[in-house]
């Protein structure tokens, strides 16, 4: 009676175990087709979006205006555009790109320093004459790195990214517009306020 | 236009964003009107401030290196966790597993291995026959082939005279 309790035993672990492999394999290559596939729409992602990453730093590094913060800032919006790369069927990966740069920058932003944000810019008040600097001495000094460094990062984020991504990246009205969820006309009007007020900041700086 | 006209238009004129007509009406007046055109002149310094003189902040190597690295540990991460949250249902429920061990077993192996043994079958049976000469084919060989012997003889006949 021993005896056969024990062949019994022995019987259903063996079967138990060699079950157990064949359902193990199934789902060994449940996960290699969905790793695969995993793998397929990060290789895509990763052309689509590594060849902006410059864009994306500088912008984030203008907003953040600190090394640490632009490098997290973009790591963080990479890791969120993968997350809804499915959903992204548009043409223009660089403008989609940054616009999750910039909405990650704001969030750091306003968790960091809520001031900064609050900078907003008074056109009454900051209304520059053509004759606070004239055009001969802004010429003298444009080709002052720092100073032109120094006086664009005193201006507010929204003028900062503005200069940003029509100087720097040569985005057109449509494509800032997309980014920055606003009509053409205010493109133009801030950008406007933008150069307005960094003349100012230079011709302050310069005497 | 007028100068206040003109101020408002000139970003869009200095970045290349209006229509043909309203950049020639702006291009008329700042030929006629110094005031503008100097204003026009220092946006135009300043553009080419920011795109060539303020720094342009590439990304480091690194930073490069640390997003390929976090979004390989993205989907490597949650394929290990479903392995493991499977491996926790196996050694769980074992009675369960068992009895659906052949209905979880993939169909396309189970008619792979039917397709093996009837080909297998098929093979032992039919491809000796198919391959064995008949008798009658043995015959047809030896007659052409003789046939052929016989020409090649007059042949070689024709070329030694």
């Known amino acids: 009676m021993a005896a056969t309790l024990e062949a019994e035993y022995v019987f259903d672990a063996e079967d138990l175990e060699s079950r157990a492999k064949v359902v193990k394999f199934a789902v060994i290559q449940k996960d290699a087709e969905e790793g695969v596939a995993r ?17 994306a730093h500088n912008l984030a590094r203008w907003l953040m205006r600190n090394a640490q913060d632009a490098q997290d800032v ?3 919006a990479y890791m969120r555009a993968f997350k809804s790369f499915s959903g992204f069927h548009g043409s223009n990966g660089r403008a989609w790109l940054l616009t999750i740069v910039r909405n990650t920058s704001y969030t750091l932003l306003k968790k960091n320093r809520a001031v900064d944000l609050t900078t907003t810019f008074d056109e009454e008040v900051h209304a520059t004459g053509y004759e606070s600097a004239s055009p001969a001495t802004i010429l003298q000094h444009t080709e002052d790195a720092e100073l032109i460094k120094n006086a664009m ?36 009007s801030r950008l406007a306020r933008a150069r307005g007020k960094l003349k100012e900041c230079l011709a302050a700086r310069i005497s | 236009m007028n100068c206040q006209e003109i101020a408002n238009l000139m970003d869009g004129y200095l970045d290349g964003e209006l229509d043909a007509l309203t950049s020639q009406k702006i291009e008329q007046h700042l030929r006629e009107c110094s005031k503008c055109e100097q204003a026009y002149e220092v946006n135009t310094v300043l553009a080419h401030a920011v795109s060539r003189t303020a720094p342009y902040y590439k990304a480091p190597i690194e930073l490069r290196e640390r997003i390929q690295f976090s979004l390989r540990e993205a989907i490597g991460a949650t394929t290990s966790r479903d392995a493991a949250a499977q491996d926790q249902l196996l050694l769980r429920r074992p009675e369960v597993v068992r009895r659906r061990v052949f209905s979880e077993m993939p169909w396309n192996w189970l008619a792979l291995a039917a397709a093996i043994v009837l080909a297998a079958i098929i093979g032992s049976t039919l491809l000796p026959r198919l391959l064995a000469p008949g008798a009658g084919q043995f015959l047809a060989t030896q007659l052409i082939a003789s046939h052929v012997r016989s020409l090649m003889a007059s042949h070689l006949t024709d070329v030694a005279s």
């Open chain 1, 153 to 188: 990062g005193e201006l507010p984020p929204e003028f900062r990214e503005i200069l940003t991504l029509r100087h720097q990246e040569s985005l057109s009205y449509n494509e800032i517009g997309e980014i920055l969820k606003i009509p053409i006309g205010t493109v133009m």
């Open chain 1, 74 to 76: 973009v790591q963080e």
């Open chain 1, 39 to 55: 793998e397929h729409e990060l290789a895509s992602f990763e052309a689509m979006m590594l060849p902006h990453l410059d864009a």
